[in-house]
Nanobody
Framework: QVQLVESGGGLVQAGGSLRLSCAAS????????MGWFRQAPGKLREFVAS????????YYAESVKGRFTISRDNAKNTVYLQMNSLKPEDTAVYYC???????????????WGQGTQVTVSS
């Protein structure tokens, strides 16, 4: 079992920045690939970014490439999502997820946090 707790969401103006954190507890954090997903009202949950267990490989949705950066600190059992140049369309609940393999689809992840709201005003 892995427990995940997100933090760092909030209200920000367009063009601003936020950094989300996801703290993990339970089984060995460094064994898991980690992903960030988001879900806006009335929409399906979508992939944002993921990072391999070592941090050596990262993947991004086209919509966030060049603006968002995923990173992890295995010593702190934490994964981060630095979000810059935020746009109103980034408004959503952001979830972190863990899986031994990782991937681009929510169904590929075994463990989920409760989510944190990000609201970007225009």
């Amino acid at each position: 079992q892995v427990q995940l707790v997100e933090s760092g969401g909030g209200l920000v103006q367009a063009g601003g920045s936020l950094r989300l954190s996801c703290a993990a507890s339970g089984r060995t954090f460094s064994s898991y690939a980690m992903g960030w997903f988001r879900q806006a009202p009335g929409k399906l949950r979508e992939f944002v970014a993921s990072i391999s267990w070592s941090g050596g490989s990262t993947y991004y949705a086209e919509s966030v490439k060049g603006r968002f950066t995923i990173s992890r600190d295995n010593a702190k059992n934490t994964v981060y999502l630095q979000m810059n140049s935020l746009k109103p369309e980034d408004t959503a609940v952001y979830y972190c997820a863990a899986d031994e393999g990782g991937g681009y689809y929510p169904s590929e992840y075994d463990y989920w946090g409760q989510g944190t709201q990000v609201t970007v005003s225009s």
